[in-house]
C-alpha cells in the first residue's frame, strides 16, 4: 500500500496579492489536501501579509523559503533542492517559474513525479530571430525539458514553440491557467475615479504588466499620444512596478518619450495595486501592447471585469481573443494599428457593448475548478505510471 504522497510546488517567487496566481495555487493545495496529502510550498521570502500565507496553512500546507536560482544553471541552487526534496520525501515536485535547476535537483534526487509548468515564450522565438552564440544550443531549456516527465505549457502556442524549438511533443500538454473570475466580474468600482483625479467625462485607457520592455508600455504611449490628439479627454493609466532593478532603466526612457509627446499630464503610473478589479470596473478600455506573451492573466481578468480590450496578436493571445468577436487584435509592435483600435472602441459605444459581452462569457471559460482537475488528473496519472 502506497505511503501518504507528498507535493512540493516550487512558486519560487513571492506573492503580493490575492490574485489569480495565488488562487490558482491556493484551489491546487487544497485538492491535494483532501486527498490525504502532504504539502509544501517553496517561496522566494515570506509575504508581509499574513492574509497570504494563513489560507496555505489552513490547508495543512508548510510553507518553504529558499533561495531562487542564480542564473538558469547554478548547481548551489540544484543541490539546495536535491537537499530539499530528499528531506521531505517528495513524490511530485510541480516547478512554475524558475525551472532548470530546481528540476535537474529533484532528478537527481530521484523524484518519482516532475512536472513543469511552462508559463512564457521565448523572445527569439516570438520575435522570429535565430538565437546566437549558447543560446543557440538552448542548454537550460533542453535540461529541463529531458528532467520533467511532464510539461504543462499554458497555451497552444508556447507548446507549439517548445516542439518547433526543442522537441518533446510527447511530454507536452496544454492546461489554460485560470483567472478568478467572480473577484473581477462581481468587482464594484465605488469612487474609485474620483480617487485617482478622474471624473465621468475622462476615458480611461487601462494596461496593467510592468516596466520591462517585454510589455511594450512604450508602443502604448507612441499610440496613445495618436488618440490624444483626437480624444482631448482621454487618459493613460499603467498598473504596475516600476521600481525594481531591472524596470528603473526602460521607466526613465518611458517617462522621456511621454515629455516629447507633452502627454504627462494625461498618462498616470499607479505602481502595484491591491484594487485592480475596481480600477478595471472604473475604466473604458484595456489594452495589451506587448512584445511576447505565453498567455497573459491580466487580459483574461479585464476582460472578466467586462472591459473591451485591444491585444497584440503575440503568444497565446488570439487564443483568448478571437478578432472583432471578443476583443480586437492589432500586429505586434503596430503603433498605428493599436491607435486605430482605441480610437474605434473610444467612439463606438455600441462595439464596445457587444465585444464586453462575449469577453466576459470568454474570460469565464478559464475556471479554476477546470485547471485544479487537470492538474490533479496529471498527478494521479503519472504517480499510477511510476
Request: hydrophobic share 40%.
Amino acid at each position: 500500500m502506497r505511503r501518504t504522497v507528498t507535493v512540493v510546488q516550487y512558486w519560487a517567487g513571492c506573492p503580493k496579492s490575492q490574485n489569480s496566481k495565488w488562487q490558482r495555487f491556493l484551489a491546487t493545495i487544497q485538492r491535494c489536501h483532501e486527498q490525504g496529502w502532504m504539502n509544501y510550498l517553496v517561496w522566494s521570502r515570506m509575504p508581509e501579509n499574513p492574509a497570504l500565507v494563513e489560507p496555505f496553512r489552513e490547508a495543512g500546507c508548510e510553507i518553504i523559503i529558499q533561495r531562487r536560482s542564480r542564473g538558469n544553471l547554478d548547481f548551489t541552487s540544484a543541490w539546495r533542492t536535491y537537499k530539499l526534496l530528499r528531506r521531505l520525501n517528495c513524490d511530485i515536485f510541480h516547478c512554475h517559474n524558475d525551472h532548470t535547476s530546481p528540476l535537474i535537483g529533484a532528478a537527481l534526487a530521484g523524484i518519482p513525479v516532475r512536472i513543469w509548468s511552462k508559463l512564457a515564450m521565448s523572445p527569439y522565438y516570438e520575435e522570429r530571430v535565430s538565437a546566437k552564440g549558447l543560446h543557440r544550443l538552448m542548454v537550460s531549456t533542453r535540461a529541463s525539458c529531458l528532467c520533467a516527465h511532464r510539461i504543462l505549457a499554458i497555451s497552444d502556442r508556447v507548446g507549439r514553440e517548445l516542439i518547433d524549438t526543442a522537441g518533446f511533443g510527447k511530454k507536452i500538454d496544454t492546461v489554460y491557467v485560470p483567472v478568478d473570475y467572480h473577484r473581477f466580474a462581481n468587482a464594484a468600482k465605488g469612487n474609485i475615479r474620483q480617487e485617482l483625479g478622474f471624473d465621468q467625462s475622462h476615458v480611461i485607457i487601462t494596461s496593467v504588466g510592468r516596466a520591462i520592455p517585454v510589455k511594450g508600455w512604450d508602443i502604448a504611449v507612441r499610440a496613445f499620444a495618436k488618440v490624444h490628439d483626437v480624444i482631448l479627454n482621454a487618459r493613460l493609466v499603467f498598473i504596475g512596478s516600476t521600481t525594481s532593478s531591472e524596470e528603473t532603466r526602460f521607466f526613465q526612457q518611458l517617462t522621456d518619450l511621454i515629455k516629447h509627446y507633452k502627454l504627462s499630464k494625461y498618462v498616470y503610473f499607479l505602481g502595484h495595486r491591491d484594487d485592480i478589479p475596481k480600477i478595471l470596473k472604473a475604466s473604458d478600455v484595456f489594452i495589451l501592447p506587448s512584445r511576447s506573451e505565453g498567455l497573459c492573466l491580466a487580459l483574461i481578468e479585464a476582460m472578466a471585469a467586462r472591459l473591451p480590450c485591444v491585444a497584440a496578436r503575440v503568444g497565446g493571445v488570439p487564443e483568448v481573443i478571437h478578432h472583432k468577436e471578443n476583443g480586437l487584435l492589432f500586429e505586434r509592435e503596430s503603433v498605428e494599428e493599436l491607435a486605430d483600435h482605441m480610437e474605434r472602441l473610444i467612439e463606438d459605444r455600441s462595439l464596445r457593448t457587444k465585444i464586453a459581452t462575449q469577453a466576459t462569457e470568454r474570460a469565464r471559460t478559464f475556471n479554476t475548478q477546470i485547471y485544479v482537475d487537470k492538474i490533479f488528473e496529471c498527478y494521479r496519472s503519472l504517480l499510477n505510471s511510476c
